[in-house]
């Protein structure tokens, strides 16, 4: 594990770019916006990246105090679900490796388990909620309704990557208006500002798209 999160975040990078998470090119977002880079997290399925991947999220778990007393390792449908698992994983052998991964069903079932979630979920449990980004918050929002609902607590949030560009006229990233919204804090395991400290050959690309976002 980590003894600092710029360590982390420096490893998270590497991990990202080595494996194909995160790519530099000319992409155009779902949005329409032109970006210098393109960030997913969707392949990453063999054992060895779940692995890594489980190891980050635990990492950085294990570096925030709040986070100390979590019971729930929440993963929302679907990216969700492999972190949570991975992560759960990761914890084997620590003092933590009784927290239990848990997700939400996209779907109702009509039979044999009824229950909303995968695993299990406690009255009185606190819940960290793991994920890949966060673009407009809809999915999350749902998830620490249906985890109150359920009598557990969300503590707060941490996801792959920050992209960190303005969503508003007033500058605010989307990061930053999910923690207004909800009185949660979001952290990333990298940042677009990490990947500038690792990777200064796309400082002044990624420095100018970012301040393009706010104009």
Not at 145 to 165: H, T, V
Request: hydrophobic share 40%; charged share 25%.
């Amino acid at each position: 594990m980590w003894n600092d999160t710029n360590q982390l975040h420096a490893r998270a990078v590497d991990f990202f770019i080595s494996e194909g998470v995160l790519t530099f090119g000319d992409f155009t977002l779902k949005s329409g916006r032109k970006s210098p880079y393109f960030f997913n997290t969707g392949s990453l399925c063999s054992g060895r990246q779940l692995a890594k991947m489980g190891e980050l999220y635990a990492g950085l778990l294990n570096l925030i105090p709040d986070f100390s007393g979590a019971t729930v390792l929440f993963g929302s449908a679907y990216k969700g679900i492999p972190i949570a698992v991975a992560t759960a994983a990761a914890l084997e052998g620590s003092s933590r490796e009784e927290m239990r991964a848990v997700s939400d069903r996209k779907e109702a079932k009509t039979h044999g388990d009824a229950s909303s979630f995968l695993g299990v979920l406690r009255a009185g449990d606190t819940a960290v909620i793991l994920d890949d980004v966060i673009t407009t918050g809809g999915t999350k929002l749902e998830a620490i309704a249906k985890l109150r609902e359920a009598g557990c607590e969300p503590l707060g949030f941490i996801i792959a990557f920050d992209r960190a560009e303005a969503v508003d006229a007033s500058g605010r990233t989307a990061r930053e208006v999910f923690e207004e919204e909800t009185g949660l804090k979001v952290y990333a395991l990298a940042s677009i500002h990490d990947v500038m400290n690792v990777r200064s050959e796309w400082r002044d690309v990624l420095e100018a798209y970012l301040e393009s976002c706010t104009a």
